[in-house]
């Protein structure tokens, strides 16, 4: 049975970031759906919320279709925790310029296995009560040409405080329980890229900006389409 496509965008943004390349896939054949990350509710975790949200719009596919969960960005950390509470079928795990979960760590700590310089200097802001991300237009045109999607993408920003960056996120122990697969746009993932490269995973490097989906949705798809190919074969 042909696999869907989960597209999870970063909570920091919304579900534009990922519409292109669905409407490219639905084009191509394929089932795909795009949960949006937002609701904020101070008695439950951040992750178990988004993961919830992402759940809940599962329920629009059939329980015996295979999926292929695929994480931008800050969604990487939530692909575990989305197969544990949606209890689903994974047939692959995605990561698409997107940090690599490990039990227990928070994106803080994620990202100073990044760039510990920038991540010193994030804490210190997000400790002084700035949230992030604050994008204008201005500062996205480079990487989104497009003066359409960069507006809508900055429409949809969420931007959030210390507490989300330093909420701990599980991993379910036996994770992965499938194969896994990376798409590097940016030197800013090299640690997880180097990580995924050991580890053996399919792996696809586009020199690129971080949100490429939405500058050439073809060449993305492209991508994703063969690394599930290369899952597929092994």
Not at 12 to 27: H, I, K, M, Q
Not at 55 to 73: N, Q, W, Y
Not at 118 to 128: K, M, T, V
Not at 178 to 191: D, L, M
Request: glycine share 6%; charged share 20%.
């Amino acid at each position: 049975m042909q696999p869907a496509f989960v597209l999870v965008h970063s909570p920091l943004v919304g579900p534009s970031t990922w519409s292109l390349v669905a409407d490219t896939l639905e084009r191509k054949g394929f089932e795909t759906l795009v949960p949006t990350l937002g609701s904020v509710n101070p008695a439950l975790p951040y992750w178990k919320q988004h993961a919830t949200e992402v759940a809940e719009a599962l329920k629009s596919i059939s329980r015996d279709v295979p999926l292929i969960l695929v994480g931008h960005s800050g969604a990487g950390s939530l692909l575990p925790a989305i197969q544990q509470l949606a209890k689903c079928d994974v047939a692959a795990y995605i990561f698409v310029d997107a940090g690599i979960p490990l039990n227990g760590r928070s994106q803080l700590e994620l990202m100073t296995l990044e760039s510990p310089e920038f991540a010193g200097q994030f804490r210190e802001a997000l400790e002084s009560g700035e949230r992030f991300p604050t994008w204008s237009a201005e500062d996205l045109q480079d990487i989104i040409p497009d003066e359409t999607f960069r507006n809508r993408i900055v429409s949809e920003l969420q931007p959030r405080s210390m507490d989300y960056f330093n909420e701990l996120i599980p991993v379910f122990e036996g994770w992965p329980d499938a194969p896994c697969a990376y798409i590097q746009f940016t030197s800013t993932y090299e640690v997880f890229a180097e990580r995924a490269r050991t580890e053996g995973w399919p792996f696809q490097r586009i020199d690129a900006g971080h949100f490429h989906m939405l500058v050439d949705s073809e060449v993305v798809t492209t991508a994703l389409l063969y690394v599930v190919r290369s899952m597929q074969n092994r």
